[in-house]
């Protein structure tokens, strides 16, 4: 039962140009949503997160927004860069469920050509 | 800041032998995870303590793996014996359990390789 699901495993765009990463959940006591990005022999590092209570959160170049009707995130990358080439991992928990345990999609492969 | 810790980074081991792969959470955290990486399945939890208790174990594969921490700052994973199924990155995560959401911050993993 993949609970949180990243439907596309790779994607590719040009240095400059926006990169919008998409999951989609299932469970519906979810309430806090998180993205990682992991480079190759490295583990994931957080990147940006976001509480049920929003639809929206900023952080420079990234941003995520919550579509809680739709059981919809995204990551938007503005501009992207080459060094943001990398695996992104959605994540989301919710205390309800699963205390401090985070769920994660399967990951989406970034390349950013320059 | 000291991250995550883990060791050893990489380990060759044969078929039958037992793997212990170590973690030190970042000083302060009350939560740690470990997380198995492979190609069919992703990132699975395996297990996860909150101020060293374990909470949930229902993500270890079988009885040949087992973890313990013993103090706030120390965890082993073991797998005994060793098969080559085994063969993933193991990952070890800490992070400050709160009722609003939890990050949690990974080590570099220990790349294991059973032969």
């Known amino acids: 039962d993949q609970q949180v699901k990243q439907n596309s495993p790779s994607l590719s765009v040009q240095e400059g140009r926006i990169s919008i990463l998409n999951c989609d959940y299932t469970?519906?006591?979810?309430?806090?949503f998180l993205w990682y990005k992991k480079y190759p022999a490295e583990g994931p590092t957080f990147l940006i997160s976001?509480?049920?209570?929003?639809d929206k959160n900023e952080d420079g170049r990234f941003t995520v927004f919550l579509n809680k009707s739709a059981k919809h995130l995204s990551l938007h990358i503005v501009p992207s860069q080459p060094g943001d080439s990398a695996v992104y991992f959605c994540?989301?928990?919710?205390?309800?469920?699963?205390?401090?345990?985070?769920?994660f999609g399967e990951g989406t492969q970034l390349t950013v050509n320059p | 800041d000291a991250g995550v810790i883990q060791s050893p980074r990489h380990e060759v081991t044969e078929m039958g032998q037992e793997v212990t792969l170590r973690c030190k959470p970042i000083?302060?955290?009350?939560?740690l995870f470990w997380y198995r990486q492979t190609m069919m399945r992703g990132l699975e939890l395996l297990i996860y303590?909150?101020?060293?208790?374990?909470?949930?174990d229902s993500g270890m594969p079988e009885d040949r793996f087992s973890a313990k921490m013993p103090n706030a700052s120390f965890s082993t994973l073991k797998i005994q014996p060793s098969e080559p199924r085994d063969s993933a990155v193991y990952f070890c995560?800490?992070?400050?359990?709160?009722?609003?959401?939890?990050?949690?911050?990974f080590g570099e993993g220990s790349w294991l390789t059973v032969v």
């Open positions: 995560a800490s992070g400050w359990r709160r009722f609003s959401g939890n990050t949690i911050y």
């Open positions: 469970n519906s006591m979810f309430d806090y």
């Open positions: 976001i509480s049920s209570i929003k």
């Open positions: 994540a989301a928990s919710g205390e309800e469920t699963s205390g401090s345990r985070l769920t």
């Open positions: 000083s302060g955290h009350n939560s």
């Open positions: 303590f909150n101020n060293n208790v374990p909470i949930d």
